[in-house]
């Protein structure tokens, strides 16, 4: 091969970039000219190929009406781009001398193989290159430069955060995410607790961001489906920034996308991702499907390709934020959120390793439940746990009976006998078999508890959401609710994809308000973000084995709500001091694991993954999808199914094939497989890579040859039809608080206090340390239940009151809500009390006791003299301390002439030891 035709062959792969990134160009509303053609009058944007510099040509050199503003080297595909961005910066500063600029050096470089392009802002305080889908459009170029710097810049001079109108988690959170933009830093995580006002943060930051001096030009806020987007728009436009004086509508439009177009005005777009991406395709859209989360989308066959799309450039928003983000980035989706040049913000109130790995472990802020409850930003939650003999054991339909076979989509019924009996376990309740009389049970029990252990002395059903296995059960659960309760069509609905009517929001909105509707059935449609403050009670009648979406689900109880407010839903309620979560499933108890994405790609039906292994594609991708598809059909099916398919296979469970799978992902096993093939490191990538792929193909091997069993794990799949046990009768075993969280919580307590007693003054004093200063303060209270709220103890002095209520019913009385409650809780736990009770009545006999020893000494006092003593009793029993400042300033002495009045009283120079002793007394 002569150096003539190498050279032809090497300019080969850059021609052919150079083509795909001419089609990119214009694409963006560049206009491409040679050098020898050039018109800079074309248009706004054009790109003039090899355009000599002082350094040398540059492949591109991009001008703005008329001025060079960049440059943008070619490559091949497959060159890595980062080292050719220095090529780049060399020709902006040899540009400027022959060439009119807007910049010397010019401010912007590209390097591109066409499939992959990183950019660069010279003006940035640290500029890097940044991967971008695709060249930014000329006016959007021009509006970067009128700015007079970069966003990166401009994100370095934020002002100093006033919280004044947020709570400190909301304040740390906005202060975090703020230094990681300012840092340029592509992507933050935010964790805090569900309730404790993420969408209210999100407005308080954007708010900061659309306003000078960093002036973004558009913020996404990504929900996971359409109600939630519609809370999100009435708390952006209600939202009022502290001293502005206008709210937020009134300075930034808003848009709820709901259409197809995105409001070239609007400083706010708040969409789902599904939205979002037909959008981008310029796609028809089902309304239906946007009211479907993330982890409910039903899989199809259809790619999700994303491309450019000149209406909504990559351009279009400055920062993204991803509300539940746990969930919407996931698979395909997750391309959209990449496809836009934008910081990514991630909100979440259960974060885990996946949702940590895509934010790169930027983790900004962090606010746990339990620190919620105990700043009470939340309620607490007790667990109610009813345990039926179907619901523990299972229960059998004996042969030769008729029973009702359902659709499980269309409900169709139809009777059929029996040929053998029907064994099935407490698993398959309400995924095979549906038994109507355990479900009867189960709310029996629920009902009966009401009045006598869960809610004494209410007159109405507490606002109550039960979550189903599905809409048939759904379905089932509603009509068998109204018949135990004696309740009517509004007293019990439905509210998931399929309730007909009215909308999923209306329903939503109607059961945080109408006095009539107590119970909501549901699935998924309310399982996160939906904020209904009213609801005291959530029913699990399904198992949920990922702890991010239990979570989540038990969160929907979690809200608190003021008294006045919880009284229009619920008018003999007091208070909501805590929620009540009633598990008939044993939900409490399973085993959680961290929510991963196994499946990998949720666009492929399991029939399509099957036919790619049958062909031979054992990417990863496709195995990890499908040993989630297995493994979780092994779950739903029957076990005539689950036998057959056994059979099938050779003797192998769907479980052990998807082990399988998972295996062969195994770094330990990839190593040991190259090292027995003669790799010596992992350094030798092919090597790796080899013992991947083998481990893999074996792994698929039980799958890609034998097509019977392919056949088979379709039409178990297809088995569309749940048998309904009109037969077993049902019968509860237990229903009772469950106390294991309530022993947990009273042994941390004693944890802290052990660890704690030498370190606060508190404690030093109400365990009679020697060092131990004489007297007790209000301050000090304040400081003892500031530490029990602070990591690693994150306890509430309610909720532990309420534990030791739980444990030691005839030892406990109730609390009355005061700090000095927290004097009563110390002596109790220590062991210094044999009752657990307020402060109150120590002070009142205590002061008994100090009126005793007074009379014996000779001192008498009159009916004016004790109402003051009174008084100084009652201050001691709310604030544990009495000084003569409080004699001057507190209202309850200063209205009867303060220290005056009581100098008149118990003379000038008595009072000062009168005040003293009478504490001591008091405190005692």
């Given at each position: 091969?002569?150096?003539?035709?190498?050279?032809?062959?090497?300019?080969?792969?850059?021609?052919?970039?150079?083509?795909?990134?001419?089609?990119?160009?214009?694409?963006?509303?560049?206009?491409?000219?040679?050098?020898?053609?050039?018109?800079?009058?074309?248009?706004?944007?054009?790109?003039?190929?090899?355009?000599?510099?002082?350094?040398?040509?540059?492949d591109y050199l991009l001008f703005l009406d008329g001025r060079a503003c960049g440059?943008?080297?070619?490559?091949?595909?497959?060159?890595?781009?980062?080292?050719?961005?220095?090529?780049?910066?060399?020709?902006?500063?040899?540009?400027?001398?022959?060439?009119?600029?807007?910049?010397?050096?010019?401010?912007?470089?590209?390097?591109?193989?066409?499939?992959?392009?990183?950019?660069?802002?010279?003006?940035?305080?640290?500029?890097?290159?940044?991967?971008?889908?695709?060249?930014?459009?000329?006016?959007?170029?021009?509006?970067?430069?009128?700015?007079?710097?970069?966003?990166?810049?401009?994100?370095?001079?934020?002002?100093?955060?006033?919280?004044?109108?947020?709570?400190?988690?909301?304040?740390?959170?906005?202060?975090?995410?703020?230094?990681?933009?300012a840092q340029g830093r592509p992507r933050a995580l935010v964790s805090m607790a569900?309730?404790?006002?993420?969408?209210?943060?999100?407005?308080?930051?954007?708010?900061?961001?659309?306003?000078?001096?960093?002036?973004?030009?558009?913020?996404?806020?990504?929900?996971?489906?359409?109600?939630?987007?519609?809370?999100?728009?009435?708390?952006?436009?209600?939202?009022?920034?502290?001293?502005?004086?206008?709210?937020?509508?009134?300075?930034?439009?808003?848009?709820?996308?709901?259409?197809?177009?995105?409001?070239?005005?609007?400083?706010?777009?708040?969409?789902?991702?599904?939205?979002?991406?037909?959008?981008?395709?310029?796609?028809?859209?089902?309304?239906?499907?946007?009211?479907?989360?993330?982890?409910?989308?039903?899989?199809?066959?259809?790619?999700?390709?994303?491309?450019?799309?000149?209406?909504?450039?990559?351009?279009?928003?400055?920062?993204?934020?991803?509300?539940?983000?746990?969930?919407?980035?996931?698979?395909?989706?997750?391309?959209?959120?990449?496809?836009?040049?934008?910081?990514?913000?991630?909100?979440?109130?259960?974060?885990?390793?996946?949702?940590?790995?895509?934010?790169?472990?930027?983790?900004?802020?962090?606010?746990?439940?339990?620190?919620?409850?105990?700043?009470?930003?939340?309620?607490?939650?007790?667990?109610?746990?009813?345990?039926?003999?179907?619901?523990?054991?299972?229960?059998?339909?004996?042969?030769?009976?008729?029973?009702?076979?359902?659709?499980?989509?269309?409900?169709?019924?139809?009777?059929?006998?029996?040929?053998?009996?029907?064994?099935?376990?407490?698993?398959?309740?309400?995924?095979?078999?549906?038994?109507?009389?355990?479900?009867?049970?189960?709310?029996?029990?629920?009902?009966?508890?009401?009045?006598?252990?869960?809610?004494?002395?209410?007159?109405?059903?507490?606002?109550?959401?039960?979550?189903?296995?599905?809409?048939?059960?759904?379905?089932?659960?509603?009509?068998?609710?109204?018949?135990?309760?004696?309740?009517?069509?509004?007293?019990?609905?439905?509210?998931?994809?399929?309730?007909?009517?009215?909308?999923?929001?209306?329903?939503?909105?109607?059961?945080?308000t109408d006095h009539l509707f107590r119970i909501a059935t549901t699935v998924d449609?309310?399982?996160?973000?939906?904020?209904?403050?009213?609801?005291?009670?959530?029913?699990?009648?399904?198992?949920?084995?990922?702890?991010?979406?239990?979570?989540?689900?038990?969160?929907?109880?979690?809200?608190?709500?003021?008294?006045?407010?919880?009284?229009?839903?619920?008018?003999?309620?007091?208070?909501?001091?805590?929620?009540?979560?009633?598990?008939?499933?044993?939900?409490?108890?399973?085993?959680?694991?961290?929510?991963?994405?196994?499946?990998?790609?949720?666009?492929?039906?399991?029939?399509?993954?099957?036919?790619?292994?049958?062909?031979?594609?054992?990417?990863?991708?496709?195995?990890?999808?499908?040993?989630?598809?297995?493994?979780?059909?092994?779950?739903?099916?029957?076990?005539?199914?689950?036998?057959?398919?056994?059979?099938?296979?050779?003797?192998?469970?769907?479980?052990?094939?998807?082990?399988?799978?998972?295996?062969?992902?195994?770094?330990?096993?990839?190593?040991?497989?190259?090292?027995?093939?003669?790799?010596?490191?992992?350094?030798?990538?092919?090597?790796?890579?080899?013992?991947?792929?083998?481990?893999?193909?074996?792994?698929?091997?039980?799958?890609?040859?034998?097509?019977?069993?392919?056949?088979?794990?379709?039409?178990?799949?297809?088995?569309?039809?749940?048998?309904?046990?009109?037969?077993?009768?049902?019968?509860?075993?237990?229903?009772?608080?469950?106390?294991?969280?309530?022993?947990?919580?009273?042994?941390?307590?004693?944890?802290?206090?052990?660890?704690?007693?030498?370190?606060?003054?508190?404690?030093?004093?109400?365990?009679?340390?020697?060092?131990?200063?004489?007297?007790?303060?209000?301050?000090?209270?304040?400081?003892?239940?500031?530490?029990?709220?602070?990591?690693?103890?994150?306890?509430?002095?309610?909720?532990?009151?309420?534990?030791?209520?739980?444990?030691?019913?005839?030892?406990?009385?109730?609390?009355?809500?005061?700090?000095?409650?927290?004097?009563?809780?110390?002596?109790?736990?220590?062991?210094?009390?044999?009752?657990?009770?307020?402060?109150?009545?120590?002070?009142?006999?205590?002061?008994?006791?100090?009126?005793?020893?007074?009379?014996?000494?000779?001192?008498?006092?009159?009916?004016?003299?004790?109402?003051?003593?009174?008084?100084?009793?009652?201050?001691?029993?709310?604030?544990?301390?009495?000084?003569?400042?409080?004699?001057?300033?507190?209202?309850?002495?200063?209205?009867?002439?303060?220290?005056?009045?009581?100098?008149?009283?118990?003379?000038?120079?008595?009072?000062?030891?009168?005040?003293?002793?009478?504490?001591?007394?008091?405190?005692?």
């Open positions: 091969m002569d150096g003539q035709e190498r050279g032809r062959r090497d300019a080969a792969p850059e021609a052919r970039a150079r083509q795909i990134i001419d089609a990119g160009l214009a694409a963006a509303g560049w206009i491409v000219q040679d050098r020898a053609e050039v018109n800079l009058h074309a248009g706004p944007g054009v790109a003039v190929r090899e355009t000599p510099t002082a350094t040398g040509p540059a440059v943008l080297e070619a490559k091949p595909e497959g060159t890595t781009l980062s080292g050719v961005v220095r090529q780049g910066d060399d020709y902006t500063r040899a540009a400027p001398a022959r060439y009119p600029a807007w910049a010397d050096p010019l401010p912007f470089v590209y390097v591109s193989t066409g499939a992959e392009t990183l950019f660069q802002d010279a003006r940035d305080p640290l500029a890097r290159p940044r991967r971008v889908f695709a060249l930014h459009r000329p006016e959007t170029l021009r509006t970067m430069l009128a700015a007079g710097s970069s966003l990166r810049a401009r994100l370095a001079t934020l002002p100093p955060l006033d919280p004044t109108r947020l709570r400190p988690c909301q304040a740390e959170a906005i202060a975090g995410v703020e230094a990681s933009l569900t309730g404790a006002g993420k969408t209210y943060t999100a407005c308080a930051l954007t708010h900061r961001l659309l306003s000078p001096p960093v002036r973004m030009g558009r913020v996404l806020f990504l929900v996971d489906r359409a109600n939630l987007g519609t809370q999100a728009k009435r708390e952006f436009d209600a939202f009022a920034p502290g001293g502005a004086g206008l709210l937020f509508r009134e300075e930034f439009t808003v848009q709820h996308l709901q259409g197809s177009t995105i409001d070239p005005s609007a400083s706010v777009v708040i969409s789902t991702v599904q939205r979002l991406y037909s959008v981008l395709r310029g796609q028809p859209f089902d309304d239906e499907d946007d009211e479907r989360g993330g982890f409910e989308r039903a899989a199809d066959d259809a790619e999700r390709p994303v491309t450019y799309n000149p209406a909504i450039p990559p351009e279009t928003f400055d920062l993204i934020l991803v509300d539940e983000c746990h969930r919407s980035i996931y698979g395909n989706w997750r391309q959209v959120l990449e496809y836009f040049d934008a910081f990514l913000v991630g909100l979440t109130a259960t974060p885990g390793r996946h949702t940590l790995g895509f934010f790169q472990q930027n983790l900004v802020s962090q606010y746990p439940f339990e620190r919620s409850v105990a700043d009470g930003v939340n309620v607490d939650f007790e667990v109610w746990r009813v345990r039926t003999e179907v619901g523990e054991r299972g229960g059998t339909i004996p042969a030769g009976f008729t029973v009702p076979h359902r659709d499980k989509e269309t409900r169709r019924r139809r009777l059929a006998a029996l040929d053998e009996d029907l064994p099935y376990t407490p698993g398959q309740l309400n995924r095979a078999v549906e038994v109507p009389n355990q479900i009867r049970t189960v709310l029996q029990a629920y009902r009966d508890a009401l009045p006598t252990q869960l809610f004494p002395g209410r007159q109405e059903v507490p606002k109550t959401l039960i979550f189903c296995q599905s809409d048939s059960h759904a379905e089932t659960v509603t009509e068998i609710a109204r018949e135990v309760f004696g309740g009517d069509a509004r007293f019990a609905q439905k509210i998931t994809y399929r309730a007909t009517g009215r909308s999923g929001q209306e329903l939503i909105q109607d059961f945080r449609m309310v399982a996160t973000g939906t904020d209904i403050k009213p609801l005291e009670v959530v029913i699990f009648l399904r198992d949920v084995r990922s702890a991010q979406y239990f979570e989540q689900m038990r969160g929907r109880g979690a809200r608190t709500i003021l008294p006045t407010d919880l009284q229009r839903a619920t008018p003999s309620a007091e208070r909501k001091d805590r929620f009540i979560i009633v598990d008939a499933v044993g939900v409490t108890e399973s085993v959680k694991t961290p929510t991963e994405p196994l499946e990998r790609d949720r666009t492929l039906s399991l029939e399509a993954l099957l036919e790619r292994v049958a062909f031979g594609h054992t990417d990863e991708d496709t195995c990890a999808t499908l040993a989630g598809r297995l493994a979780r059909l092994e779950r739903r099916l029957p076990d005539p199914a689950r036998a057959e398919l056994r059979q099938a296979a050779g003797g192998a469970t769907l479980t052990d094939i998807a082990r399988g799978l998972v295996d062969a992902a195994d770094p330990v096993r990839i190593e040991a497989r190259a090292r027995e093939a003669g790799a010596a490191t992992p350094d030798d990538e092919a090597a790796w890579d080899a013992a991947a792929e083998a481990l893999r193909a074996e792994a698929c091997r039980p799958l890609a040859a034998n097509p019977a069993l392919r056949r088979a794990i379709l039409e178990a799949q297809r088995q569309t039809e749940i048998i309904v046990d009109e037969l077993t009768a049902d019968a509860v075993l237990s229903a009772d608080f469950d106390l294991n969280r309530a022993t947990e919580i009273t042994e941390r307590f004693g944890r802290f206090l052990a660890e704690e007693a030498d370190q606060l003054a508190a404690l030093a004093i109400l365990y009679a340390r020697p060092h131990a200063q004489r007297r007790l303060t209000y301050a000090m209270l304040q400081e003892l239940r500031a530490a029990m709220a602070r990591p690693p103890w994150l306890l509430d002095d309610k909720a532990v009151w309420a534990c030791y209520r739980r444990l030691h019913a005839g030892q406990t009385r109730a609390p009355a809500g005061l700090l000095t409650d927290l004097v009563g809780l110390v002596r109790y736990a220590i062991g210094a009390r044999a009752v657990l009770a307020p402060f109150a009545p120590d002070v009142n006999r205590n002061f008994e006791l100090w009126l005793g020893r007074e009379k014996k000494a000779g001192r008498d006092y009159t009916e004016a003299q004790m109402e003051w003593l009174r008084l100084m009793k009652d201050w001691v029993a709310s604030n544990v301390e009495l000084t003569l400042a409080d004699l001057r300033e507190a209202s309850d002495f200063s209205s009867r002439g303060g220290t005056a009045r009581a100098r008149a009283l118990f003379g000038a120079e008595r009072l000062p030891a009168l005040v003293d002793d009478l504490t001591d007394a008091l405190v005692a």
